[in-house]
Protein backbone atom coordinates (compact mmCIF):
# COMPACT_ATOMS: atom_id res chain seq x y z
CA UNK A 1 0.00 0.00 0.00
CA UNK A 2 1.28 3.49 -0.95
CA UNK A 3 2.18 6.00 1.71
CA UNK A 4 -0.46 8.97 2.09
CA UNK A 5 2.22 11.48 0.94
CA UNK A 6 2.88 9.44 -2.14
CA UNK A 7 -0.61 9.47 -3.51
CA UNK A 8 -0.62 13.07 -3.42
CA UNK A 9 3.25 13.43 -4.90
CA UNK A 10 3.32 15.21 -8.32
CA UNK A 11 7.16 15.19 -8.25
CA UNK A 12 8.21 15.54 -11.76
CA UNK A 13 4.95 15.93 -13.04
CA UNK A 14 4.57 17.80 -16.30
CA UNK A 15 1.80 20.13 -16.10
CA UNK A 16 -0.37 22.58 -18.18
CA UNK A 17 -2.45 25.08 -16.40
CA UNK A 18 -4.51 27.52 -18.43
CA UNK A 19 -5.96 30.71 -17.24
CA UNK A 20 -3.28 30.98 -14.87
CA UNK A 21 -1.87 34.39 -14.97
CA UNK A 22 -4.28 35.43 -11.99
CA UNK A 23 -7.16 33.70 -9.52
CA UNK A 24 -7.78 30.32 -9.40
CA UNK A 25 -5.53 29.41 -11.82
CA UNK A 26 -2.51 30.99 -10.37
CA UNK A 27 -3.34 29.65 -7.23
CA UNK A 28 -3.54 26.24 -9.06
CA UNK A 29 0.05 27.39 -10.71
CA UNK A 30 1.90 27.85 -7.46
CA UNK A 31 -0.22 24.85 -5.63
CA UNK A 32 1.14 22.60 -8.32
CA UNK A 33 4.38 23.88 -8.53
CA UNK A 34 4.85 23.02 -4.64
CA UNK A 35 3.55 19.94 -4.76
CA UNK A 36 6.79 19.12 -7.32
CA UNK A 37 5.50 19.64 -10.73
CA UNK A 38 6.97 21.51 -13.59
CA UNK A 39 4.23 23.35 -13.98
CA UNK A 40 3.73 25.17 -17.98
CA UNK A 41 1.40 28.56 -17.29
CA UNK A 42 -0.89 29.48 -20.67
CA UNK A 43 -2.91 32.93 -20.50
CA UNK A 44 -2.98 35.60 -22.74
CA UNK A 45 -1.40 38.45 -20.28
CA UNK A 46 2.29 37.20 -21.44
CA UNK A 47 3.63 39.72 -19.26
CA UNK A 48 2.13 39.05 -16.00
CA UNK A 49 2.04 35.39 -16.78
CA UNK A 50 6.28 35.73 -17.01
CA UNK A 51 6.22 37.40 -14.27
CA UNK A 52 4.11 35.13 -11.86
CA UNK A 53 6.48 32.23 -13.31
CA UNK A 54 9.35 34.02 -12.46
CA UNK A 55 8.08 34.62 -9.04
CA UNK A 56 7.51 30.77 -8.49
CA UNK A 57 10.83 29.57 -9.64
CA UNK A 58 11.85 31.89 -7.33
CA UNK A 59 10.34 30.23 -4.43
CA UNK A 60 12.01 26.66 -5.38
CA UNK A 61 9.15 25.72 -7.48
CA UNK A 62 9.20 24.62 -11.65
CA UNK A 63 7.17 26.76 -13.18
CA UNK A 64 7.46 28.59 -17.18
CA UNK A 65 5.42 30.92 -19.10
CA UNK A 66 3.32 29.94 -22.57
CA UNK A 67 1.57 33.04 -23.45
CA UNK A 68 -1.58 32.49 -25.68
CA UNK A 69 -4.87 33.09 -26.67
CA UNK A 70 -7.17 29.82 -26.03
CA UNK A 71 -10.62 31.52 -27.61
CA UNK A 72 -9.29 29.82 -31.15
CA UNK A 73 -8.43 26.36 -32.41
CA UNK A 74 -5.21 27.60 -33.64
CA UNK A 75 -4.50 28.96 -30.75
CA UNK A 76 -5.04 26.08 -28.07
CA UNK A 77 -3.03 24.01 -30.71
CA UNK A 78 0.05 26.41 -30.09
CA UNK A 79 -0.48 26.64 -26.24
CA UNK A 80 -0.40 22.66 -26.17
CA UNK A 81 2.61 22.67 -28.35
CA UNK A 82 4.65 25.25 -26.53
CA UNK A 83 4.23 23.72 -23.14
CA UNK A 84 5.07 20.13 -24.61
CA UNK A 85 8.73 21.82 -25.84
CA UNK A 86 8.77 24.06 -22.27
CA UNK A 87 8.24 20.56 -20.53
CA UNK A 88 10.93 18.59 -22.34
CA UNK A 89 8.52 16.94 -24.94
CA UNK A 90 6.11 15.36 -22.75
CA UNK A 91 2.48 16.05 -21.18
CA UNK A 92 1.10 14.62 -18.54
CA UNK A 93 -1.37 16.81 -16.45
CA UNK A 94 -3.83 19.03 -18.18
CA UNK A 95 -5.88 21.29 -16.12
CA UNK A 96 -8.19 23.49 -18.04
CA UNK A 97 -9.06 26.26 -15.81
CA UNK A 98 -9.39 29.35 -18.19
CA UNK A 99 -12.52 30.40 -18.89
CA UNK A 100 -15.90 32.55 -18.18
CA UNK A 101 -18.73 34.60 -17.96
CA UNK A 102 -19.61 37.50 -20.00
CA UNK A 103 -17.54 40.33 -18.53
CA UNK A 104 -17.01 43.85 -18.75
CA UNK A 105 -13.56 45.56 -20.39
CA UNK A 106 -12.10 45.07 -16.68
CA UNK A 107 -12.86 41.31 -16.39
CA UNK A 108 -15.75 42.06 -13.90
CA UNK A 109 -18.76 39.16 -14.25
CA UNK A 110 -22.00 40.93 -16.36
CA UNK A 111 -25.13 39.27 -15.17
CA UNK A 112 -26.73 38.69 -18.89
CA UNK A 113 -30.45 36.17 -19.34
CA UNK A 114 -31.31 34.36 -22.31
CA UNK A 115 -33.31 37.38 -23.63
CA UNK A 116 -30.35 40.18 -23.07
CA UNK A 117 -27.79 38.15 -24.19
CA UNK A 118 -26.69 39.08 -27.83
CA UNK A 119 -26.07 36.13 -30.42
CA UNK A 120 -22.02 37.35 -30.36
CA UNK A 121 -22.36 36.85 -26.52
CA UNK A 122 -23.56 33.72 -26.68
CA UNK A 123 -20.96 32.59 -29.18
CA UNK A 124 -18.06 34.05 -27.28
CA UNK A 125 -19.05 32.28 -23.95
CA UNK A 126 -18.95 29.28 -25.59
CA UNK A 127 -16.30 29.42 -27.55
CA UNK A 128 -13.80 30.59 -24.30
CA UNK A 129 -15.45 27.36 -22.31
CA UNK A 130 -17.06 24.54 -24.58
CA UNK A 131 -14.94 25.04 -27.90
CA UNK A 132 -11.82 26.22 -25.90
CA UNK A 133 -11.77 22.71 -23.75
CA UNK A 134 -12.43 20.70 -26.97
CA UNK A 135 -9.73 22.37 -29.29
CA UNK A 136 -7.31 22.26 -26.34
CA UNK A 137 -7.56 18.41 -24.92
CA UNK A 138 -8.18 17.42 -28.88
CA UNK A 139 -4.58 19.02 -29.54
CA UNK A 140 -3.32 17.14 -25.95
CA UNK A 141 -4.42 13.83 -26.38
CA UNK A 142 -1.20 12.60 -28.80
CA UNK A 143 1.04 13.42 -25.84
CA UNK A 144 -1.67 12.17 -22.90
CA UNK A 145 -1.65 9.38 -24.42
CA UNK A 146 1.68 7.95 -24.32
CA UNK A 147 2.26 9.70 -20.93
CA UNK A 148 2.46 7.11 -18.03
CA UNK A 149 -0.28 8.13 -15.62
CA UNK A 150 -2.41 10.60 -17.98
CA UNK A 151 -5.09 12.82 -16.52
CA UNK A 152 -7.30 15.98 -17.22
CA UNK A 153 -9.54 18.54 -14.99
CA UNK A 154 -12.00 20.89 -16.25
CA UNK A 155 -12.70 23.79 -14.01
CA UNK A 156 -16.74 23.83 -14.81
CA UNK A 157 -18.75 25.49 -12.42
CA UNK A 158 -21.74 24.79 -10.11
CA UNK A 159 -23.33 26.94 -12.60
CA UNK A 160 -23.65 24.39 -14.88
CA UNK A 161 -25.42 21.66 -12.32
CA UNK A 162 -27.95 24.22 -10.93
CA UNK A 163 -29.91 27.06 -12.08
CA UNK A 164 -28.63 30.51 -11.65
CA UNK A 165 -30.85 33.47 -13.27
CA UNK A 166 -28.97 35.97 -15.26
CA UNK A 167 -26.37 33.58 -16.01
CA UNK A 168 -27.76 31.56 -18.71
CA UNK A 169 -25.12 31.68 -21.42
CA UNK A 170 -22.27 30.77 -19.06
CA UNK A 171 -24.34 27.90 -17.48
CA UNK A 172 -25.32 26.38 -20.69
CA UNK A 173 -21.34 26.02 -21.53
CA UNK A 174 -20.39 25.03 -17.89
CA UNK A 175 -22.97 21.98 -18.12
CA UNK A 176 -21.48 21.11 -21.86
CA UNK A 177 -18.56 21.04 -20.43
CA UNK A 178 -19.56 18.63 -17.43
CA UNK A 179 -21.05 16.36 -20.29
CA UNK A 180 -18.07 15.97 -22.55
CA UNK A 181 -16.18 15.46 -19.57
CA UNK A 182 -19.04 12.63 -18.63
CA UNK A 183 -18.07 11.53 -22.70
CA UNK A 184 -14.61 11.68 -22.51
CA UNK A 185 -14.25 9.92 -19.47
CA UNK A 186 -15.58 7.12 -20.71
CA UNK A 187 -14.11 7.54 -24.21
CA UNK A 188 -10.28 7.74 -22.99
CA UNK A 189 -10.29 5.27 -20.28
CA UNK A 190 -9.44 2.75 -22.35
CA UNK A 191 -6.12 4.43 -23.02
CA UNK A 192 -5.60 4.95 -19.25
CA UNK A 193 -6.65 8.86 -19.78
CA UNK A 194 -8.32 10.15 -16.84
CA UNK A 195 -10.96 12.87 -17.38
CA UNK A 196 -12.73 14.71 -14.50
CA UNK A 197 -14.46 18.19 -13.56
CA UNK A 198 -14.04 20.32 -10.88
CA UNK A 199 -16.65 22.29 -9.98
CA UNK A 200 -16.54 25.85 -7.86
CA UNK A 201 -19.29 27.58 -6.47
CA UNK A 202 -18.80 31.13 -5.88
CA UNK A 203 -15.13 32.04 -5.34
CA UNK A 204 -13.61 35.56 -4.07
CA UNK A 205 -11.46 36.47 -7.35
CA UNK A 206 -11.30 39.65 -9.18
CA UNK A 207 -13.96 38.79 -11.58
CA UNK A 208 -16.56 38.29 -8.89
CA UNK A 209 -16.24 41.68 -7.31
CA UNK A 210 -19.29 43.17 -8.75
CA UNK A 211 -21.15 40.90 -6.40
CA UNK A 212 -18.64 39.94 -3.13
CA UNK A 213 -17.78 43.77 -2.46
CA UNK A 214 -21.42 44.85 -2.56
CA UNK A 215 -22.91 44.09 0.59
CA UNK A 216 -26.78 43.22 -0.42
CA UNK A 217 -25.58 41.42 -3.61
CA UNK A 218 -23.03 39.54 -1.71
CA UNK A 219 -25.96 38.59 1.04
CA UNK A 220 -27.99 37.44 -1.42
CA UNK A 221 -25.50 35.24 -2.90
CA UNK A 222 -24.42 33.43 0.19
CA UNK A 223 -28.21 33.21 1.77
CA UNK A 224 -28.09 29.68 -1.14
CA UNK A 225 -24.53 28.66 0.29
CA UNK A 226 -24.87 26.56 3.38
CA UNK A 227 -20.96 27.38 4.57
CA UNK A 228 -22.31 31.50 4.46
CA UNK A 229 -19.08 32.41 2.68
CA UNK A 230 -16.99 32.61 -0.19
CA UNK A 231 -14.53 30.36 -1.22
CA UNK A 232 -11.33 31.79 -1.42
CA UNK A 233 -9.51 30.66 -4.92
CA UNK A 234 -6.75 28.61 -2.44
CA UNK A 235 -9.43 26.11 -1.20
CA UNK A 236 -9.56 24.97 -5.10
CA UNK A 237 -5.30 23.53 -5.04
CA UNK A 238 -6.46 20.74 -2.74
CA UNK A 239 -9.44 19.00 -4.82
CA UNK A 240 -6.99 19.70 -7.72
CA UNK A 241 -4.27 18.53 -6.84
CA UNK A 242 -6.59 15.24 -5.83
CA UNK A 243 -7.85 14.96 -9.07
CA UNK A 244 -4.70 14.88 -10.67
CA UNK A 245 -3.00 12.52 -8.54
CA UNK A 246 -2.17 8.43 -7.90
CA UNK A 247 -5.30 8.96 -5.44
CA UNK A 248 -7.71 10.04 -7.72
CA UNK A 249 -6.47 6.80 -9.82
CA UNK A 250 -9.81 5.09 -10.13
CA UNK A 251 -12.07 8.42 -10.86
CA UNK A 252 -13.08 9.14 -14.23
CA UNK A 253 -15.89 10.72 -16.12
CA UNK A 254 -16.77 12.48 -12.75
CA UNK A 255 -17.70 16.08 -11.26
CA UNK A 256 -16.25 17.24 -7.99
CA UNK A 257 -18.27 20.18 -6.46
CA UNK A 258 -16.39 22.25 -4.28
CA UNK A 259 -19.22 24.89 -3.16
CA UNK A 260 -19.91 25.05 0.44
CA UNK A 261 -23.30 23.27 0.16
CA UNK A 262 -24.82 24.54 -2.50
CA UNK A 263 -25.92 22.70 -4.40
CA UNK A 264 -26.56 19.84 -1.92
CA UNK A 265 -28.90 21.98 -0.77
CA UNK A 266 -29.44 25.02 -3.34
CA UNK A 267 -32.95 26.60 -1.20
CA UNK A 268 -31.50 27.15 1.96
CA UNK A 269 -33.21 30.11 3.58
Not at 113 to 126: K, P, Q
Request: proline share 4%.
Amino acid sequence: MESARSLFDLSDRRVLITGASRGIGLCLARGFAAAGAQVAMAARSAETLREEAAAIRGEGGWATAVPGDLSTGDGCTGVVEDAVTALGGGLDVVLHNAGGPIVDEDGVLLMRTVLGASDTEWAGVLDVNLMATVWLLRAARPFLSVSPDPSVTVMSSVAGLVGIGGMEPYGAAKAAQVSLVRSLGTAWARQGIRVNALCPGWVRTEMTSSAHEDESTSEAVLSHVPQRRWAEPGELVGPAIFLSSPAASFMTGQTLVVDGGLVAHPLIG
